[in-house]
Nanobody, 125 residues
C-alpha cells in the first residue's frame, strides 16, 4: 500500500511559477513510476509528466514541455513538479499517481495503482 499526498498548489498569476510535491508513504516510492496528471473543470483528465523509477527518464505532454520539470528524490520518497511560465489553461486539479509498470503515458484510472487526493492550481490572467 502507498499513500500519496500532494501539496504546493495555489493561485498564481500568468507567467508565474509553482512547485508541486507528491509525498509518498508506505512502500518505497522508488519501486514505482510516478506520473502527474491534471483535470480541468469540464475536461477529461490528462497526463502531464512522468518519471521513471530511477529518475533517469522523464516524459512530458506537449502542452507543458519546456515549462514544467518533473524530478524525484527517492531518499525522501517525494516527487516534484516544477511549473514555470504558467498559463490560465494550466488551471486544474493536479494529481500524482504511481504505477508498478516501467512507463505510463496515459491518464486512465486503471493505468495507475495509487492516487493522491489532488491539489488545486489556479492561474489568473
Amino acid at each position: 500500500q502507498v499513500q500519496l499526498v500532494e501539496s504546493g498548489g495555489g493561485l498564481v498569476q500568468a507567467g508565474g511559477s509553482l512547485r508541486l510535491s507528491c509525498a509518498a508513504s508506505g512502500r518505497t516510492v522508488s519501486s514505482y513510476f510516478v506520473g502527474w496528471l491534471r483535470q480541468a473543470p469540464g475536461k477529461e483528465r490528462e497526463f502531464v509528466a512522468g518519471i521513471s523509477r530511477s529518475g533517469g527518464s522523464t516524459y512530458y505532454a506537449d502542452s507543458v514541455r519546456g515549462r514544467f520539470t518533473i524530478a524525484r528524490d527517492n531518499a525522501r520518497s517525494t516527487v516534484y513538479l516544477q511549473m514555470s511560465s504558467l498559463k490560465p489553461e494550466d488551471t486544474a486539479v493536479y494529481y500524482c499517481a504511481t504505477s508498478r509498470a516501467s512507463l505510463r503515458l496515459g491518464a486512465d484510472d486503471d493505468l495507475y495503482d495509487y492516487w493522491g487526493q489532488g491539489t488545486q492550481v489556479t492561474v489568473s490572467s
